[in-house]
């Protein structure tokens, strides 16, 4: 009897310790759940922190890809094998078009894309410039943005003329040469109210708009240059529609717009945030929001789709200003952001399948890094509206995720990028022991003693690496089985272009250290 009540107490103590410990499991999970939301709630937005040595030295080399496809008279030419080209450009129509960028491999300005350049990289700035500063890179990435500003400045003579296009694409395609020794001819191509183009109108209004708010604090003369030609460019691409590839049918082949619509309410959002003139928000709001925003059909972010970019940039305005937030149609941009985010997460109920084995995005044979590294840029800055509004999760579905969500996805496309791939190779050039050492690009291909003329083909067809590096390169990238074949003659993977470049400068810049944005850009 006696060692029968015994074994029954010690196991109505054992019964007891268990409810017990399930009660304390229970409601540590409920105060955790309360009170630490994942990994998600930290580092509290503010001034950055340490420097992550992987995305600072990646900074530092991306940018340096500006000044290797910087045209004009160089100034602290910091590129040893590259000097003084196109100092004719603009000639034929009585301007100054020296400066600017060539596009990519070629000697090509192509304005569509060179203004979309400039947004993404003050966008970039905007964002993260306390970021850039911290790793000692800020200088650099607005001296090359001024370089871009400076020409499109000068391409926009009247305000309802401006010069689209610096080159004539088939000739330029017909020369392997140096920049600096180009002889071809380099006709300038405009758009106007008879001969319109609302899409690079648009755009360019939307790159000095941006712009206007990175100098506003340092040159405000500048500043409000660029805001004046903005406003002239809106009205002129609102005024005078029609599509540039309709207009001039020769930029079909190379740069064919699919539509100006999202160009014009990303040109008014950032207006918007330039100007903090309600106008503008009421045009993206208004019958233009409802006729070209596609709200809840999440696309892809490219140098031809700026809608992803709008809704999130619109989503700024929603997550950080109380009074705006009520808008029923910005509520709609930022609905379609969350469902852009929720795509890109690999784990959400809504995610793409339009990755590789290994977790990249991908889209398009043709330059495939383009979509992952604008797709992470996106990202990185969703979350840290996130964080800094104090907004805990996104709805995905029946799933919910976090900022740190986010980021882990914008983490594993930038690493991928910097060699955590199958290649185990950095598709960003002179990062890492491996990278590509045949970047189809032409002045990194030719010597600098070399004389070619127009025809110097035996160095794009050498099997000998360029004898240039081009630093700072983000080539084209992998096919979707993830292989690269690293030759000149394969443009499709290893052609870089200043597009990607920003992209992947904003995304290491929001990398770079702890998370933080400003609730304004003023």
Request: one cysteine or more.
């Amino acid at each position: 009897m006696g060692k029968e009540e015994k074994s029954g107490g010690c196991m109505g103590w054992f019964i007891v310790l268990i409810v017990v410990g399930a009660i304390a499991i229970a409601l540590g999970l409920t105060l955790r759940n309360k009170f630490h939301h994942g990994d998600d709630d930290a580092p509290v937005p503010g001034p950055p922190g340490a420097v992550a040595q992987k995305y600072g030295d990646a900074l530092k080399i991306a940018l340096q890809f500006f000044d290797v496809q910087k045209s004009g008279k160089l100034v602290n030419n910091k590129i040893s094998w590259r000097g003084d080209s196109g100092l004719q450009d603009g000639k034929d129509a009585n301007l100054d078009l020296s400066k600017g960028m060539y596009d990519a491999g070629d000697h090509m300005k192509f304005g569509f894309p060179m203004a979309y350049t400039a947004t993404v990289l003050s966008w970039s700035i905007l964002e993260y410039g306390d970021q850039m500063n911290k790793a000692n890179q800020l200088q650099s990435a607005k001296d090359s943005l001024k370089w871009i500003t400076d020409y499109l400045i000068n391409a926009h003579p009247e305000p309802n003329v401006l010069y689209i296009q610096v080159g004539d694409p088939d000739v330029d395609h017909k020369c392997w040469d140096r920049p600096e020794d180009m002889a071809e001819i380099r006709p300038s191509i405009q758009i106007n109210a008879s001969t319109p183009g609302t899409e690079v109108a648009a755009e360019t209004a939307a790159a000095m708009a941006s712009a206007s708010l990175v100098f506003k604090s340092t040159d405000s003369t500048y500043s409000n240059l660029l805001l004046k030609h903005s406003k002239e460019l809106f009205t002129f691409a609102d005024k005078h529609r029609g599509s540039y590839s309709e207009s001039i049918p020769q930029v079909q082949q190379y740069y064919n717009s699919t539509g100006y619509g999202d160009e014009l309410l990303w040109a008014a959002s950032w207006l918007y945030h330039a100007t903090k003139d309600q106008t503008y928000l009421d045009y993206v709001s208004g019958n233009n929001g409802e006729t070209y925003a596609n709200w809840g059909s999440p696309t892809w972010f490219s140098w031809d789709d700026k809608r992803p970019g709008t809704q999130v940039l619109l989503s700024r305005v929603s997550f950080f200003d109380s009074k705006a937030a009520t808008d029923a149609s910005l509520k709609k941009y930022r609905k379609t952001a969350e469902a852009v985010m929720c795509g890109l997460l690999p784990k959400s109920p809504t995610a793409t399948s339009s990755r590789t084995r290994s977790g990249l995005i991908w889209i398009s044979d043709w330059n495939a890094l383009q979509h992952p590294v604008a797709s992470a840029f996106l990202a990185v800055i969703y979350s840290d509206y996130m964080l800094t509004s104090r907004t805990r999760k996104i709805q995905c579905d029946s799933d919910s995720f976090s900022a740190s969500d986010l980021r882990k996805f914008a983490l594993s496309q930038a690493n991928y990028v910097l060699g955590d791939n199958p290649m185990k190779m950095s598709y960003l050039v002179g990062y890492g022991e491996k990278y590509s050492q045949f970047v189809h690009h032409r002045g990194a291909s030719i010597p600098v003693d070399a004389t070619t003329g127009c025809k110097g083909w035996q160095w794009l067809d050498s099997e000998q690496p360029n004898p240039n590096v081009a630093m700072g390169a983000l080539v084209g990238g992998p096919y979707l089985n993830e292989s690269f074949v690293d030759s000149r003659n394969n443009s499709m993977q290893t052609e870089p272009s200043t597009y990607n470049s920003a992209a992947i400068v904003g995304l290491l810049s929001g990398l770079v250290t702890t998370s933080s944005v400003s609730a304004s850009f003023t």
